[in-house]
């Protein structure tokens, strides 16, 4: 059989677009069954027992985060122990546990009559691990995913870094890493037990996932367990849930529904 | 057919030689960039989109108003628009490439891009743009090429072809709706934040696409023998000039909105762009330079007179052209991230190797619209001469 060049173009192309697109055919039709094939059973992430159902929250005392010193260690445990990048310039910076003062952290809920004391308080910042959140409804390759436990995670080697989550977390809580982060870290103070990211990806506060797979807190809620208590929202007997009965709590942004799971206790 | 495109007068070569260098500068920022990472732009945490993500919302209202030629011709038989169709179509292949050239040197990490399709996520509007984009390349290339091939040969364009015609007129609607969407669907962004969105992407892209079709066509018909008719010229001037009146309307749609409610959400980012916010007002030149082109433009285009005169067509086209690039190319990203979450102002200024960047990408479309148009004018030109 002869073919001519713009025949054998044809078919190359075809076939290059059939070959890109099978894999992804696969996934939509089926989806997941494809990852287990790939990775065995044994790679899969172990589900909850559905009868203990855990949807992790955090409960922030802001009059307790106003002692000397407290927001301070709590923002140096996590940024050791996540290798968080330091740029030295508020563009290129990478952020997951910082504060800010009330009018920032509540922006339009400004209230001018308030006490001077609250205006001085810092209010702790971090992902909201959202019930409904918006970064997840638009990341196109699903690196960022909320867990069965709530936690809104992220896979590094997944993000494409288009940022479409950024300009969907109406918080603030996504950061860029806009050159390597590895330069912009101590090497003399790595955590070997996390990863470090490489330029070009998404990454946030992750709630401590690898901490909570060891039994162990969040770093944050360690350092200050005087300020911050971490724990299960769905059991109404937990730590926080017996918290938020008795004290009266605000978070941020509900008018757009996301239905954050950090509790500011006022 | 491509082989039409290597023989030219010098003008030709020099313009090419022209695009190539600015192709090459650009080249070596975006390798530059690749290197050290996105850092080199003025891009940050707060502006997480800049220029790049601008052009590319700008460039697929272009693409998409390729339509504006099809459906008088194939829906209403509007023969005039004949032997213009696949300028509009090229056109179209080209502001389509540039797009996702747009979007290439924009992600963090280019060599994954593919994860948009193995791992395909029904619940993210940039899949489905990414799925609508490039099947409208796809329809594009499908149409212009063959049409193109049929008249080379005097033959009649092929029938197999016009499924595909008809398919492109929703699906050019489609890539700006979508597009759009990625914006209008964001909660906490309130410049984005509207059901006009979609409808004022297309607005204006069937005011700035058409009017770039006619200053390509009028700059044709200078420097080749292929005349593409002074009635078609003038309809297409009608159908920029009442685009331009819609999307001139819904903006004042928003203004209203935003004022009259009173919500400072909605009114910050607007007095940002227009008047300016707390001292920053970087984007408030561009505005009032974009808003009297506006104007000029629709109005030049409303006198017959004046419209008739080619000089005048030309000048309102560009002011068209240059306003609604401005309103989406520049404005529209940068105004939905000002005030940030945290109702601070951070603004945003394009370094050079980023504005080298994006000229080079603009080269890269202006090149190819120049070869396939080349082709296309030898093949008209050929016709006329038989």
């Given at each position: 059989?002869?073919?001519?060049?713009?025949?054998?173009?044809?078919?190359?192309?075809?076939?290059?677009?059939?070959?890109?697109?099978?894999?992804?055919?696969?996934?939509?039709?089926?989806?997941?069954?494809?990852?287990?094939?790939?990775?065995?059973?044994?790679?899969?992430?172990?589900?909850?027992?559905?009868?203990?159902?855990?949807?992790?929250?955090?409960?922030?005392?802001?009059?307790?985060?106003?002692?000397?010193?407290?927001?301070d260690?709590?923002?140096?445990?996590?940024h050791?122990?996540?290798?968080?990048?330091?740029?030295?310039?508020?563009?290129?910076?990478?952020?997951?546990?910082?504060?800010?003062?009330?009018?920032?952290?509540?922006?339009?809920?400004?209230?001018?009559?308030?006490?001077?004391?609250?205006?001085?308080?810092?209010?702790?910042?971090?992902?909201n691990?959202?019930?409904?959140?918006?970064?997840?409804?638009?990341?196109?390759?699903?690196?960022?995913?909320?867990r069965?436990?709530?936690?809104?995670?992220?896979?590094?080697?997944?993000?494409?870094?288009c940022?479409?989550?950024m300009?969907?977390?109406?918080?603030?809580?996504?950061?860029?890493?806009?050159?390597?982060?590895r330069?912009?870290?101590?090497?003399?103070?790595?955590?070997?037990e996390?990863?470090?990211?490489?330029?070009?990806?998404?990454?946030?506060?992750?709630?401590?996932?690898?901490?909570?797979?060891?039994?162990?807190?969040?770093?944050?809620?360690?350092?200050?367990?005087?300020?911050?208590?971490?724990?299960?929202?769905?059991?109404?007997?937990?730590?926080v849930?017996?918290?938020?009965?008795?004290?009266?709590?605000?978070?941020?942004?509900?008018?757009?529904?996301?239905?954050?799971?950090?509790?500011?206790?006022? | 057919?491509?082989?039409?495109?290597?023989?030219?007068?010098?003008?030709?070569?020099?313009?090419?030689?022209?695009?190539?260098?600015?192709?090459?500068?650009?080249?070596?920022?975006?390798?530059?960039?690749?290197?050290?990472?996105?850092?080199?732009?003025?891009?940050?945490?707060?502006?997480?989109?800049?220029?790049?993500?601008?052009?590319?919302?700008?460039?697929?209202?272009?693409?998409?108003?390729?339509?504006?030629?099809?459906?008088?011709?194939?829906?209403?038989?509007?023969?005039?628009?004949?032997?213009?169709?696949?300028?509009?179509e090229?056109?179209?292949?080209?502001?389509?490439?540039?797009?996702?050239?747009?979007?290439?040197?924009?992600?963090?990490q280019?060599?994954?891009?593919?994860n948009?399709?193995?791992?395909?996520?029904?619940?993210?509007?940039?899949?489905?743009?990414?799925?609508?984009?490039?099947?409208y390349?796809?329809?594009n290339?499908?149409?212009?090429?063959?049409?193109?091939?049929?008249?080379?040969?005097?033959?009649?364009?092929?029938?197999?072809?016009?499924?595909?015609?008809?398919?492109?007129?929703?699906?050019?609607?489609?890539?700006?709706?979508?597009?759009?969407?990625?914006?209008?669907?964001?909660?906490?962004?309130?410049?984005?934040?509207?059901?006009?969105?979609?409808?004022?992407?297309?607005?204006?892209?069937?005011?700035?696409?058409?009017?770039?079709l006619?200053?390509?066509?009028?700059?044709?018909?200078?420097?080749?023998?292929?005349?593409?008719?002074?009635?078609?010229?003038?309809?297409?001037?009608?159908?920029?000039?009442?685009?331009?009146?819609?999307?001139?309307?819904?903006?004042?749609?928003e203004?209203f909105?935003a004022?009259?409610?009173?919500?400072?959400?909605?009114?910050?980012?607007l007095?940002y762009l227009?008047?300016?916010?707390?001292?920053?007002?970087?984007?408030?030149?561009?505005?009032?330079?974009?808003?009297p082109?506006?104007?000029?433009?629709?109005?030049?285009?409303?006198?017959?007179?004046?419209?008739?005169?080619?000089g005048?067509?030309?000048?309102?086209?560009?002011?068209?052209?240059l306003?609604?690039?401005?309103?989406?190319?520049?404005?529209?990203?940068?105004?939905?991230?000002?005030?940030?979450p945290?109702?601070?102002?951070?603004?945003?200024?394009?370094?050079?190797?980023?504005?080298?960047?994006?000229?080079?990408?603009?080269?890269?479309?202006?090149?190819?619209?120049?070869?396939?148009?080349?082709?296309?004018i030898?093949?008209?030109?050929?016709?006329?001469?038989?």
């Amino acid at each position: 059989m002869s073919m001519n060049r713009r025949q054998f173009i044809k078919i190359a192309g075809l076939s290059t677009l059939f070959g890109v697109a099978g894999k992804g055919a696969f996934e939509f039709l089926s989806p997941g069954v494809l990852d287990a094939a790939e990775h065995g059973h044994g790679a899969q992430v172990p589900e909850e027992p559905a009868e203990k159902a855990i949807r992790w929250g955090m409960t922030i005392d802001v009059e307790k985060c106003g002692e000397p010193g407290v927001v301070d260690k709590c923002i140096k445990a996590c940024h050791s122990t996540h290798n968080i990048p330091d740029f030295g310039n508020s563009k290129n910076q990478v952020k997951w546990l910082w504060q800010d003062d009330y009018e920032h952290t509540f922006a339009g809920n400004e209230n001018s009559y308030m006490d001077d004391h609250v205006k001085e308080l810092p209010f702790l910042c971090l992902c909201n691990h959202c019930d409904e959140p918006p970064c997840v409804r638009v990341c196109p390759t699903k690196a960022t995913f909320k867990r069965s436990d709530g936690i809104v995670a992220m896979d590094y080697h997944r993000c494409i870094g288009c940022r479409f989550c950024m300009a969907a977390c109406p918080y603030g809580s996504r950061s860029f890493n806009w050159f390597d982060p590895r330069n912009a870290l101590n090497e003399k103070e790595y955590n070997m037990e996390f990863p470090t990211r490489m330029r070009g990806v998404v990454e946030k506060c992750n709630f401590c996932v690898e901490r909570l797979a060891k039994n162990q807190l969040p770093a944050c809620v360690e350092a200050a367990p005087e300020a911050l208590a971490f724990g299960n929202l769905a059991d109404p007997d937990s730590n926080v849930r017996q918290i938020l009965r008795k004290r009266s709590s605000m978070r941020r942004k509900l008018e757009l529904g996301t239905k954050p799971s950090v509790f500011y206790l006022v | 057919m491509i082989e039409k495109a290597l023989k030219g007068e010098p003008r030709y070569y020099m313009w090419l030689v022209f695009l190539l260098g600015i192709i090459g500068v650009g080249m070596g920022c975006w390798f530059y960039q690749l290197h050290k990472g996105l850092g080199i732009t003025g891009m940050g945490r707060d502006i997480s989109w800049g220029v790049y993500i601008a052009q590319f919302t700008y460039l697929v209202g272009v693409a998409a108003s390729a339509v504006m030629i099809v459906i008088p011709l194939y829906l209403h038989n509007y023969k005039k628009y004949g032997k213009l169709v696949v300028f509009g179509e090229f056109l179209a292949i080209a502001a389509v490439t540039m797009c996702m050239l747009f979007i290439v040197v924009d992600v963090g990490q280019p060599q994954r891009m593919l994860n948009v399709l193995l791992h395909p996520t029904l619940n993210s509007i940039l899949f489905y743009d990414m799925i609508v984009l490039c099947g409208y390349l796809v329809i594009n290339v499908i149409v212009g090429y063959n049409c193109l091939l049929a008249d080379a040969s005097h033959r009649p364009h092929p029938g197999w072809v016009t499924p595909f015609i008809y398919l492109s007129i929703p699906w050019a609607v489609s890539i700006h709706t979508v597009t759009a969407f990625l914006y209008a669907g964001l909660p906490g962004r309130h410049l984005w934040l509207t059901a006009v969105m979609a409808p004022r992407f297309l607005a204006s892209a069937f005011a700035s696409g058409p009017a770039l079709l006619i200053i390509v066509l009028l700059i044709i018909s200078r420097v080749s023998k292929f005349d593409p008719g002074r009635e078609a010229v003038q309809t297409i001037a009608k159908t920029v000039c009442y685009a331009m009146i819609v999307n001139l309307f819904l903006v004042g749609m928003e203004i209203f909105t935003a004022f009259y409610s009173n919500i400072p959400g909605h009114m910050h980012p607007l007095q940002y762009l227009f008047v300016g916010l707390h001292g920053h007002g970087k984007i408030v030149a561009w505005m009032w330079t974009a808003a009297p082109f506006a104007f000029i433009g629709v109005i030049l285009l409303l006198i017959p007179a004046a419209r008739r005169h080619h000089g005048i067509l030309a000048f309102a086209c560009a002011s068209i052209f240059l306003a609604c690039w401005i309103d989406k190319g520049v404005a529209l990203v940068i105004g939905g991230f000002i005030p940030n979450p945290f109702d601070r102002i951070v603004e945003y200024s394009a370094t050079f190797p980023e504005i080298s960047i994006t000229l080079a990408i603009w080269a890269i479309g202006a090149l190819i619209l120049t070869v396939l148009h080349k082709v296309a004018i030898t093949v008209r030109e050929e016709q006329a001469s038989t």
